[in-house]
C-alpha cells in the first residue's frame, strides 16, 4: 500500500489549520523543493516566520517533527525504482544490455545501415572531382 504523498497530507489539512500554519503550509506546497533542501532556520526566513511554525506545522500533518516531515518531502522527490532513462536499458542479460525490442549489440548495425542510406543518397560526382584534385 503507498502513503499519501506529504503534499498532498498538507492540501487536505490545509482548511483546519490555524492561520500561521496555514501560511507556512502553503509557503511548503509552493516551494516543496526549498523545504526539503534549505534549512528549517533558511526556510523560516524566508517564508517569513520563525522555525518552530515548521515544527508545529509538521506536527499538525501527524509526522513527530520536522525532520520526519522533511524526510517525507525528500522521499517523495526521489525517483521511483527506474531512473528516467531506465526504460532504455536494464541489466545485463544474454548477449548485451536489452530493454523492449532494441538491444545495445543493435546499435551498431542501426548505426551502419542510417550511415549507408545517407551515402546512398550523394551524388558521387563532386566527390571524385575532390579525391582527383587531392590526389593531383
Same mark, same amino acid.
Given at each position: 500500500?503507498?502513503?499519501?504523498?506529504?503534499?498532498?497530507?498538507?492540501?487536505?489539512?490545509?482548511?483546519?489549520?490555524?492561520?500561521?500554519?496555514?501560511?507556512?503550509?502553503?509557503?511548503?506546497?509552493?516551494?516543496?523543493?526549498?523545504?526539503?533542501?534549505?534549512?528549517?532556520?533558511?526556510? =523560516?526566513? *524566508?517564508?517569513?516566520?520563525?522555525? #518552530?511554525?515548521?515544527? !508545529? $506545522?509538521?506536527? &499538525?500533518?501527524?509526522? /513527530?517533527?520536522?525532520?520526519?516531515?522533511?524526510?517525507?518531502?525528500?522521499?517523495?522527490?526521489?525517483?521511483?525504482?527506474?531512473?528516467?532513462?531506465?526504460?532504455?536499458?536494464?541489466?545485463?542479460?544474454?548477449?548485451?544490455?536489452?530493454?523492449?525490442?532494441?538491444?545495445?549489440?543493435?546499435?551498431? =548495425?542501426? *548505426?551502419?545501415?542510417?550511415?549507408? #542510406?545517407?551515402?546512398? !543518397? $550523394?551524388?558521387? &560526382?563532386?566527390?571524385? /572531382?575532390?579525391?582527383?584534385?587531392?590526389?593531383?
Amino acid at each position: 500500500m503507498a502513503l499519501e504523498a506529504p503534499i498532498d497530507v498538507l492540501r487536505r489539512a490545509l482548511p483546519s489549520l490555524p492561520p500561521r500554519l496555514r501560511d507556512a503550509a502553503r509557503f511548503v506546497a509552493r516551494h516543496d523543493f526549498d523545504a526539503a533542501t534549505r534549512s528549517m532556520r533558511d526556510l =523560516a526566513a *524566508a517564508a517569513g516566520t520563525n522555525p #518552530a511554525t515548521f515544527s !508545529r $506545522l509538521a506536527r &499538525a500533518l501527524g509526522y /513527530a517533527g520536522w525532520e520526519q516531515l522533511r524526510d517525507a518531502l525528500i522521499e517523495a522527490k526521489r525517483p521511483g525504482p527506474g531512473g528516467p532513462f531506465s526504460g532504455r536499458v536494464s541489466a545485463m542479460s544474454g548477449g548485451g544490455l536489452t530493454r523492449g525490442s532494441l538491444a545495445t549489440t543493435d546499435i551498431p =548495425a542501426e *548505426a551502419l545501415a542510417a550511415d549507408a #542510406a545517407s551515402l546512398a !543518397r $550523394l551524388d558521387p &560526382a563532386p566527390i571524385v /572531382a575532390a579525391a582527383q584534385a587531392l590526389h593531383g
